[in-house]
């Protein structure tokens, strides 16, 4: 064997007993938390982390204040790590963070209509704010989250680059930070005028328009792999979107007994369960067992039945029968066998 095959041999022999790192912006040798170390063993998430750290260099230079945004990005590290080794809390870190940043070198103006980064595919808010005076803004902010929805105004008094609002228990604060709006709110469910689970708090950009994140189900850690996204997208075909549209909330469901490998997750829309929720079974090998709600021409809730591994496709596995007859109520709930 020539001397560079020999050589070549001895590389990847070593490689081979290496644990695979894959690239980030920081050195996954010495990932010393588990958000790091979440990171670097899923490629997906690592690639995420790359896309942020070519775009802060990129960004940094071309802030009003530099030194601001490095505070921001200290905070945000901190925010990341508490995903721990959540993947889906990570994704969604990552996917809000780079749209800040696009955002960040704009100069900041009290008088703007600001959009919400969303956190997911059902959830939104919209704040107005106008300067009145040196030292008033008045806002008006509203928010939705699935089928509920809240609204409320009022005027805030600025110190600094923040603006301050009370009004019976609901406390606003809005901060204005280079070209963003962080808003903080205080106060019990519903103290604002929202509904349940519509808070106003986030993070704010300047737009006339909701701003959109390409959310899929693989960036919303639904599915944790490429392969298992587009096995699922040929699968399900249109209906992937439905599935998309119907998961702004995400609890982990009981293990299956039929099938012991499986992971379970249900979704449902805040405020449209019964209508707009989910079920999805994930297996090594890229197999998928899901039962979703639709609504057939008639506006009719009924459930679809999908598979992709054939000797399911006549029958339900046990978690997913059980979430079935959970969601009938009082009423029959048709299921259809899906190809």
């Given at each position: 064997m020539p001397a560079f095959k020999c050589r070549y041999a001895v590389v990847l022999a070593y490689l081979s007993l290496t644990p695979v790192v894959h690239a980030s912006s920081f050195d996954c040798t010495s990932a010393g938390n588990p958000a790091e170390k979440a990171i670097c063993a899923d490629p997906y998430t690592s690639s995420l982390d790359e896309k942020l750290g070519a775009l802060w260099q990129t960004t940094l230079p071309t802030v009003s204040d530099s030194k601001a945004l490095k505070a921001d990005q200290r905070e945000w590290l901190k925010q990341r790590n508490r995903c721990a080794e959540d993947i889906s809390c990570l994704r969604r870190q990552y996917l809000m963070r780079m749209k800040a940043l696009e955002y960040a070198a704009r100069p900041f103006t009290w008088n703007a209509t600001w959009q919400m980064i969303p956190w997911g595919t059902s959830t939104a808010a919209q704040v107005t704010t106008s300067r009145q005076d040196a030292t008033h803004i008045a806002f008006d902010i509203s928010a939705a989250n699935g089928g509920n929805s809240g609204d409320m105004d009022g005027v805030a008094t600025i110190a600094g680059a923040a603006a301050h609002y009370e009004g019976g228990n609901c406390t606003l604060k809005f901060s204005a930070s280079n070209g963003l709006l962080d808003v903080e709110q205080e106060g019990g469910e519903g103290a604002c005028g929202g509904g349940v689970g519509v808070y106003y708090a986030g993070r704010y950009v300047a737009s006339e328009q909701p701003i959109s994140i390409d959310y899929d189900l693989l960036s919303l850690g639904v599915l944790r792999t490429p392969q298992e996204d587009q096995a699922l997208r040929v699968l399900l075909k249109d209906d992937y979107q439905t599935l998309l549209n119907n998961s702004g909330s995400m609890v982990t469901g009981e293990a299956s007994a039929d099938v012991p490998d499986g992971a379970v997750?249900?979704?449902?829309?805040?405020?449209?369960?019964?209508?707009?929720?989910?079920?999805?079974?994930?297996?090594?090998?890229?197999?998928?067992?899901?039962?979703?709600?639709?609504?057939?021409?008639?506006?009719?809730?009924?459930?679809?039945?999908?598979?992709?591994?054939?000797?399911?496709?006549?029958?339900?596995?046990?978690?997913?029968?059980?979430?079935?007859?959970?969601?009938?109520?009082?009423?029959?709930?048709?299921?259809?066998?899906?190809?």
């Open positions: 997750d249900e979704f449902w829309v805040r405020g449209l369960a019964s209508s707009n929720a989910a079920i999805l079974m994930r297996a090594p090998g890229n197999r998928l067992w899901l039962v979703l709600l639709v609504f057939d021409e008639q506006r009719k809730v009924r459930a679809r039945y999908y598979t992709n591994v054939a000797k399911w496709k006549k029958q339900v596995p046990d978690v997913l029968q059980a979430w079935h007859v959970r969601m009938t109520h009082d009423e029959a709930l048709p299921l259809d066998l899906m190809p």
